[in-house]
């Protein structure tokens, strides 16, 4: 099957004279996101010759920590739903967001 079209994400990392992120700003033309601001991100990708996973993790230096708490939250539990979109493995699944809910407990996300 050939490639028909591509599609570009883009991240900019704006960093002070220590080469810590000052802001970060991403675009991505196909999902209408042109230079939008974000405080952090996560980023990995797969690399299979290796067999193993390579990824970027960054934050703003403004980024409050009760803010990040919340983001990690919320990216785990969104990697249970795509762990299970991925794997069909029901079992794993709900494991996974039994910590979920252990996680947000622990740090008193949910009321």
Known sequence: MAVEHTSEIKLIVGLDENRVPEELKW??????IANEEA???MLSVWDSKNRESLKIDLWTKDMPVDEMKIFFHQTLVTMADTFMKATQDEKMTATMKDFCDYFAEKLELKK
């Not at 675009?27 to 209408?32: E, H, L, R, V």
């Open 27 to 32: 675009s991505a033309q196909d999902g209408g």
């Open 39 to 41: 405080k952090a991100m």
